[in-house]
């Protein structure tokens, strides 16, 4: 039996008269990389933010960890690691600095270089933020979600923008979290990184869930009722293709 450790129960949440999510309810489980899949705008990052304690519901119950939203918001705060948008970080920072300033927000004291290993940053140590590229600014703002040694990290569409190295280094760094422990929900609108991987994915879709368990399940499902590509599939696709020809390592150092 899989421990519950996110409990949402008929979360609610209306701008004006707009409901942008329409009483959803689901648990994510200790351990695994649980992810929100759905087209702009199906409310992903309202359900992500409110667990975060960081948006207001309108009504609902989540508990994280046993702990009840309603009741004790800093002490859940205190539990999760939330990514930090790298464009609000100090600008005259260097990475040393940006994360003993954050730890000292968490009162945590955490070894910067440590941390930045983890993340394959170690080189750039001494940068400031700006001069990160893009698939290092997200390992950057990954890494600022550890800081103080969460259960739970929370990603909100970690990957978008990103080429394909980039993704699947970051894919590489989330099973790493996973396996030394912390929980992963993230949210994302691409098919193949929910696939590759999500042990289960709740899909969303204008503000509701329409299906939700692991992606083998729900290929599984789909074609035992019949459902058939159009074509002959290739075993290879374009990306295979371009990874193929221009490596898997990494070009943005
Ligand atoms: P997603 O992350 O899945 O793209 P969001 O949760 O950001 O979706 O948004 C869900 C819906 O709520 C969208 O239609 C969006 O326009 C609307 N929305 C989000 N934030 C606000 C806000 N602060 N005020 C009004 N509408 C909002
Ligand atoms: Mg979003």
Redesign the pocket.
């Known amino acids: 039996m899989q421990k519950t450790i996110i409990s949402v129960r008929d979360l609610v949440k209306n ?1 004006g008269s ?1 409901q ?1 999510v329409q009483s959803i309810s689901f648990d994510v489980y200790e351990g695994e990389i649980f992810g929100l899949l ?1 087209p ?8 992500l933010e409110i667990i975060e304690t960081l948006r207001e519901k309108t009504s609902g119950k989540v508990f994280v960890d046993g702990i009840d939203l309603d009741k004790q918001p800093a002490e859940i705060k205190k539990n999760i690691g939330v990514q930090l948008q790298t464009s609000g970080f100090y600008p005259s920072l260097n990475l040393v600095e940006l994360i003993r300033l954050f730890g000292g927000l968490y009162n945590k004291s955490v070894d910067p270089l440590a941390l930045l290993k983890k993340v394959n940053l170690e080189d750039k140590a001494l940068n400031k933020s700006k001069e990160l590229s893009g698939g290092q600014k997200q390992r950057f703002s990954i890494a600022t979600t550890l800081i103080n040694q969460p259960k739970i990290i929370f990603l909100d569409e970690p990957t978008t923008g990103l080429d394909p190295q980039a993704r699947r280094n970051l894919w590489d760094l989330i099973r790493e979290i996973r396996l030394a422990g912390t929980t992963v929900i993230i ?1 994302t609108h691409y098919m193949d990184e929910a696939e590759q991987l999500c042990d289960r994915i709740a899909i ?1 879709d204008q503000g509701k869930i329409i299906k939700l368990d692991s992606p083998d399940k729900m290929i599984d499902e789909l074609v035992a009722g019949g459902f058939e590509r159009p074509k002959q599939v290739k075993a290879a696709n374009l990306e295979d293709v371009f990874i193929h020809l221009t490596g898997r390592e990494m070009r943005d150092e």
């Open positions: 701008y707009f942008a759905g702009n705008g199906a409310g992903k990052s309202t359900t949210t969303m």
